[in-house]
Nanobody, 123 residues
């Protein structure tokens, strides 16, 4: 069964960097919008960034200039380079096969078998 698995999370000091990777198992990325989503402690899930098949990107305001999304369709991988991390970025991060526009916090874009990766930023 298709599965989207995120990895690369960890614990990092404020101002540090991490690179998240999303691997698609039994899933083809080409031709679709792919996005990163996160859910912080006590917060609703939110969209973080997306990249369309033509390379167009979009970011939520509070990560603009700090995060960069990219994709490699040839190997079915999606990336999120996160720089200058802040404590507010602490969350479980998921990848999903959709854009972040009009995202319902109750949606689970990673699918029933998807796996997130924990990012913890400490001051």
């Amino acid at each position: 069964q298709a599965q989207l698995v995120a990895s690369g999370g960890g614990s990092v000091q404020s101002g540090g960097s991490l690179r998240l990777i999303c691997a698609g198992h039994g899933y083809t990325f080409a031709g679709g919008c792919m996005g990163w989503f996160r859910q912080g402690p006590g917060k609703e899930r939110e969209g973080v960034a997306h990249i369309r098949s033509d390379g167009t990107t979009q970011y939520v305001d509070d990560v603009k200039g700090r995060f960069t999304i990219s994709r490699d369709n040839a190997v079915n991988k999606l990336y999120l380079q996160m720089n200058n991390l802040k404590t507010d970025d602490t969350a479980m991060y998921y990848c999903g096969a959709r854009c972040i526009n009009n995202f319902d916090p109750l949606d689970r874009p990673e699918g029933p078998r998807g796996q997130g990766t924990q990012v913890t930023v400490f001051s």
